[in-house]
């Protein structure tokens, strides 16, 4: 009689699979090593399955010392990440302060590859419309306030990189097509410290954004509010642009170098 190994039983499969998120989403970046024993399994077969959750977009590799980590996708599936992630934790009292000083919605986004994945919002509790923004949501860093912001941080050619990898479509008359014209506003992101969406992504809808350096680490995170075009003309832009960069300086001073990225 044939093994539930030897019939490649899928809730073995399932369980190794699952087995290895739960014990990154508990103890962070592990190397190929630590993950086979801590599983209980062989170097080619930890790897098959490392392979399968990058493939699916659940774990990536990081150079240089190619260790494995959860990317936020998980967030779509589990809260426990989002329960155990430190900075969600320590950001959020600013994030909430900064939507009580401007009444609108704020969020906060991880950059992974040339997209910007949405990990906490706080909503607007005085306006009575509400974005359609949603935890776990992916956007393109090219025609997002957020990715402009942590986009404006990178070497051209690791911008030029991620422009020609992304899918370019123009969703509104606002849309930045084209890549020189993309290379100035990322110029006047670097003379002005924040970033704009100007109804680039959806009609109707303004964003001022930020990156954020953390842990000496690449600009990696940012965060942004978001508003109807109707309450966020360029003189109310100019009004919370002195708060998003008060704000960003904070979190930057204050936490910056003590949390766990």
């Known amino acids: 009689m044939s093994t539930d190994k030897e019939k490649g039983n899928p809730i073995q499969v399932a369980d190794r699979l699952f087995g290895t998120l739960e014990y990154l989403a508990e103890h962070g970046r592990c190397g ?26 659940y774990v990536q590799q990081n150079e240089p010392d190619n260790t494995y980590e959860l990317t936020f996708r998980i967030v779509g599936l589990a809260n426990r990440k989002m329960a155990g992630a430190d900075i969600i934790t320590a950001i959020r009292p600013y994030l909430r302060r900064l939507m009580e000083i401007s009444g609108e919605t704020v969020h906060f986004v991880k950059r992974e590859g040339g997209e910007a994945v949405y990990v906490d919002k706080v909503e607007s509790i005085s306006q009575s419309v509400q974005l359609i923004s949603r935890i776990g949501n992916r956007i393109p860093l090219y025609r997002s306030g957020v990715g402009k912001a942590m986009a404006a941080t990178l070497p051209e050619s690791e911008v030029r990189a991620i422009w020609q990898e992304s899918r370019i479509e123009k969703m509104t008359p606002c849309t930045i ?26 009609t109707g809808v303004r964003c001022i954004a930020a990156s954020l350096m953390l842990n000496g680490q690449a600009a990696d995170y940012a965060f942004s509010i978001s508003a109807p075009a109707g309450r966020m003309d360029d003189a109310r832009i100019r009004e919370l642009a002195v708060h998003v960069l008060a704000i960003k300086a904070e979190i930057e001073q204050d936490i910056g170098g003590m949390i766990r990225v």
């Open 32 to 57: 190929l090593m630590q993950l086979s024993q801590a599983m209980g399994l062989n170097k080619s077969t930890m790897h098959r399955i490392l392979c399968s959750l990058q493939y699916l977009g």
């Open 177 to 202: 097509t084209d890549y020189d014209r993309y290379l100035e506003a990322l110029k006047l992101v670097r003379e002005k410290g924040y970033a704009l969406d100007n109804e680039e992504n959806e």
